[in-house]
C-alpha cells in the first residue's frame, strides 16, 4: 500500500508533538511481511525493483490502532548489523487512496 510514513521516536524516546508535527513524511509503498519468524515493515520507493527501504525496518511490527486511514505501528529498530542497541519505535502511517 502507497502511504505516509513519520517515525515518532528518536533513540527509542518519543518526540514532542511538536517535532512530530514539524517532521517531514517519507513517502513510498508500505509493506508488512514475515521474515525469518517475525513480522516487519518497512517502506521503499513504489517504483523500486530491489526494494530498499527508506527508513530503517521495523522488526516485530504490531498493528496498535487504525482509524479511517490512519494507522500506527509500533516495534523494534535495529541498528545495521546489530551494530549497537535496538530501540523501540512507532510510525504514524497515512494511507493514500
Known amino acids: 500500500m502507497f502511504g505516509k510514513v513519520k517515525q515518532l521516536r528518536r533513540a ?35 517504483d523500486s525493483q530491489v526494494g530498499d527501504s527508506l527508513l530503517p525496518v521495523l522488526y516485530d511490527a504490531k498493528l496498535v490502532s487504525m482509524h479511517g486511514t490512519g494507522m500506527l505501528f509500533k516495534g523494534e529498530e535495529r541498528p545495521q548489523g546489530d551494530a549497537g542497541p535496538a530501540y523501540i519505535q512507532e510510525w504514524s502511517v497515512m494511507v493514500e487512496r
Open 12 to 46: 527509542g524516546k518519543r518526540l514532542s508533538m511538536h517535532d512530530i508535527q514539524r517532521a517531514d513524511y517519507v513517502e513510498g509503498e508500505v509493506r508488512v511481511y514475515g521474515l525469518a519468524g517475525a513480522i516487519v515493515a518497512s517502506v521503499s520507493k513504489p
